[in-house]
């Protein structure tokens, strides 16, 4: 995400004499014992907040766009015909935070805000948990044999842990995971499952990606198809979030089952610069295709 875009929510934590932190203040906690268990304070009392106000619900490409925490309990299917996957481990958050304190230890990053800061340590996080950052060939095979073997007729939703670091994570794995994080970190976000997106040679295919709004705009943001740098001999160097503005308009049109087109463009590295690659044009749209 650009500089321009969502602040931070300020979070109360569950203490006597409550005192409400930010943030900044968690990750700037230098105690390593002390940072761990505010941390951890933070997140169940987030948790324990986001259960008490959502239902456990079934998501799938018949779902409407979401906006807010997905229940832990609730099934999420990126085949609609097989058992799903849970956002059950709390693991996943504590990566977070953890990895927006490590951006904002490195030197690098020292001048950033937390603002800044936040979507890398998303897309890290997404990355880390799942073991992938991107897809690669033979990606959605595997996806759909391992989904395959673990559905039968008395299987249930998959707890979240048993897709950690396997690989296996698409559009549907990074964009629900990412809809917590991000509602997490106090972004209202909505999670968008759509039959009519095309990200590649105009195919319309089935995609889940997020929209984020805030008084600084309205934000596309694509966890499973970020941002791709590259060396000059085509070999994959690091990876960005994407993140596209877009205007009410597009925003109601999109609600509304219409289309948006957006402008992606990788990079390149070369002698130490970063070069534009050619501009891609991805399109989200369908979110009306089907009535849930």
Known sequence: MSEDQVE???????????????????????????????????????LADFKDTTKAKEFSVHSPPYKG???????????????????????????????????KRDFRWKSKSIREINPYAVLKT???????????????????????DHSSADSEALPLV???????????????AAQNLVTLLGYDSELCLSQGCQLIDGKEEMHAFNVINSDRGRFIFEPANPIILTDTEGNIVN???????????????????GEVEIDHTDLRVSEGRYE??????????????ITP
């Open 162 to 176: 048993e897709l950690k670091g396997k690989g296996l994570a698409m559009c549907t794995e990074k964009a629900a």
């Open 126 to 148: 997404l990355g880390e948990y799942f073991g992938n950052y991107t897809a690669d060939e033979g990606l959605e095979g595997r996806h759909h044999s391992y989904y395959m």
């Open 69 to 103: 925490f997905i229940h832990p309990d609730s099934e999420i299917k990126p085949i609609s015909l097989l058992d799903g996957f849970k956002l059950d481990d709390t693991n996943i958050y504590s990566r977070l935070i953890d990895n927006v304190r490590a951006f």
């Open 8 to 46: 931070v929510a300020v979070i109360t934590l569950p203490k006597e004499n409550q005192r409400a932190l930010s943030v900044e203040e968690i990750i700037e906690i230098a105690d390593e014992e002390e940072y761990r268990q505010v941390r951890d304070r933070f997140i169940e009392a987030k």
């Open 276 to 289: 534009k690659q050619g501009v891609e044009v991805r399109k989200y749209g369908g979110l009306g295709k």
């Open 239 to 257: 990876f960005y979030p994407a993140t596209y503005r877009i205007t009410d308009e597009q925003y109601a049109g999109l609600m509304s089952g």
